[in-house]
T-cell receptor, first 113, second 113 residues
C-alpha cells in the first residue's frame, strides 16, 4: 500500500501560471482534503471532498479549484498563481468525515515567483 | 484569537528528560482532540488521541482539561528520535464546514544528546 501519494514533490511557477497538483489514495477512503501549511500558521484547509462526487470549500479556498476525479483521486488547481500561494500543500484522506484520523501525503513544495 | 494555540518553542531538552506541551482551544463545544507528530519536511502523522479520562501510550501521556479548555502531552525519558514538531488537533463539532479538524501551529521539540 502506497497510502496517499502526491505529485509533483516540488514546483516553481511564475506569477500568473497555472498548474494542477495531483493526489491519489489506495486505502478506499471516502473523504479527501487539501491543506496548505505556512510557517507559524498551522495546516489550513483549502477544499475537501466528503465523498466521490462532492466537494466543498474549507477555510482558505480563494484562488483554488478542485476536482474529485473518482474515489481515489482528488486534484487541486491553481488557475493563476500568486506569490501568496507559495506554500507546502498536503493532501489527506480519511474513511469518512466523521473519522478523525487523517492520512497525509508527503506534500508538494510550491514556490511562486 | 486562533482556534487552537500552541507555544511554537523550540523546547530544547537533554536525552532522558521529561517534557510537557500544552495547547489551548477556543471552541468549548469541541468534542475530539488529538496529537499529531510532524518530522522536518515530512507529513503529519497521528501520534495519539486524547480522551476525557486521559490516556497513555508508552512514554507518552495525553490529558484533557475541558474546564480550562486545554490539552497536554507529556513525554517521559525523551529520545533523540522524539525530535519533531507536535501538532495539537481539535475537532470543533458544530463547525460550519462539517466535521473538520483544526490544527494548531505546532510545538517544536529538539532532544539533545
Amino acid at each position: 500500500n502506497a497510502g496517499v501519494t502526491q505529485t509533483p514533490k516540488f514546483q516553481v511557477l511564475k506569477t500568473g501560471q497555472s498548474m494542477t497538483l495531483q493526489c491519489a489514495q489506495d486505502m478506499n477512503h471516502n473523504s479527501m482534503y487539501w491543506y496548505r501549511q505556512d510557517p507559524g500558521m498551522g495546516l489550513r484547509l483549502i477544499y475537501y471532498s466528503a465523498s466521490e462526487g462532492t466537494t466543498d470549500k474549507g477555510e482558505v479556498p480563494n484562488g483554488y479549484n478542485v476536482s474529485r476525479l473518482n474515489k481515489r483521486e482528488f486534484s487541486l488547481r491553481l488557475e493563476s498563481a500568486a506569490p501568496s500561494q507559495t506554500s507546502v500543500y498536503f493532501c489527506a484522506s480519511s474513511e469518512g468525515l466523521a473519522r478523525e484520523t487523517q492520512y497525509f501525503g508527503p506534500g508538494t513544495r510550491l514556490l511562486v515567483l | 484569537r486562533k482556534e487552537v494555540e500552541q507555544d511554537p518553542g523550540p523546547f530544547n531538552v537533554p536525552e532522558g528528560a521529561t517534557v510537557a506541551f500544552n495547547c489551548t482551544y477556543s471552541n468549548s463545544a469541541s468534542q475530539s482532540f488529538f496529537w499529531y507528530r510532524q518530522d522536518c519536511r515530512k507529513e503529519p502523522k497521528l501520534l495519539m488521541s486524547v480522551y476525557s479520562s486521559g490516556n497513555e501510550d508508552g512514554r507518552f501521556t495525553a490529558q484533557l482539561n475541558r474546564a480550562s479548555q486545554y490539552i497536554s502531552l507529556l513525554i517521559r525519558d525523551s529520545k533523540l528520535s522524539d525530535s519533531a514538531t507536535y501538532l495539537c488537533v481539535v475537532n470543533p463539532r458544530g463547525h460550519n464546514a462539517g466535521n473538520m479538524l483544526t490544527f494548531g501551529g505546532g510545538t517544536r521539540l529538539m532532544v539533545k544528546p
